[in-house]
């Protein structure tokens, strides 16, 4: 990738910057990240629900760091909530990430800084919070960035490496 590409994703991914860490959320494994203000949306059940302004969707091993200590990291999608058994993906709070999820106090937390390393590694800074999406394989897509309510092209991490597509 030409650097002036890698320069237009990076000005991108800074969009976030200034905006509000809204939730965490999962659809089986695939971890879905909110950021900016929330509008109401319907899901594909009819199901009223509330999305960002962007989002970073998150298919790789993560972690979130608060005060020093790994406080949701992408195992916990697996786990069940009393960690004794492999979670059931298909339903909502059925493993650990659903209920640590939900457990982060994530009120008045603004996005501070956003770095991409040159293995297409995703740091996303807040005040109390440190985002760490690791890129392990290039054989599938491990991250997607993108403005929910936009034609705008994603910002992709996958087997062609970063793209925008």
Do not use: A, C, G
């Given at each position: 990738m030409e650097l002036?590409?890698?320069n237009k994703i990076i000005v991108n991914l800074n969009r976030i910057v200034n905006k509000k860490l809204s939730y965490f959320r999962r659809s089986l494994d695939l971890v879905c990240i909110g950021f900016g203000d929330l509008t109401v949306e319907?899901?594909?059940h009819n199901n009223k629900c509330f999305v960002g302004e962007y989002a970073l969707h998150i298919q790789c091993p993560f972690r979130v760091i608060k005060n020093d200590e790994i406080v949701?990291?992408?195992n916990d999608i697996y786990l069940s909530p009393e960690q004794d058994g492999i979670a059931n993906l298909d339903d909502q709070n059925s493993c650990l990430f659903d209920f640590k999820a939900k457990a982060l106090e994530l009120d008045n937390e603004v996005v501070t800084g956003v770095c991409l390393n040159d293995?297409?590694?995703l740091f996303?800074?807040?005040?109390?919070y440190l985002i760490q999406v690791f890129v392990?394989?290039?054989e599938c897509e491990a991250w997607r960035f993108?403005?929910?309510?936009?034609d705008e092209p994603h910002i992709i991490v996958d087997e062609d490496g970063l793209s925008f597509d």
């Open positions: 002036m590409d890698r319907y899901d594909r949701l990291n992408s293995n297409n590694d996303v800074f807040t005040q109390n392990i394989s290039n993108f403005e929910i309510k936009s």
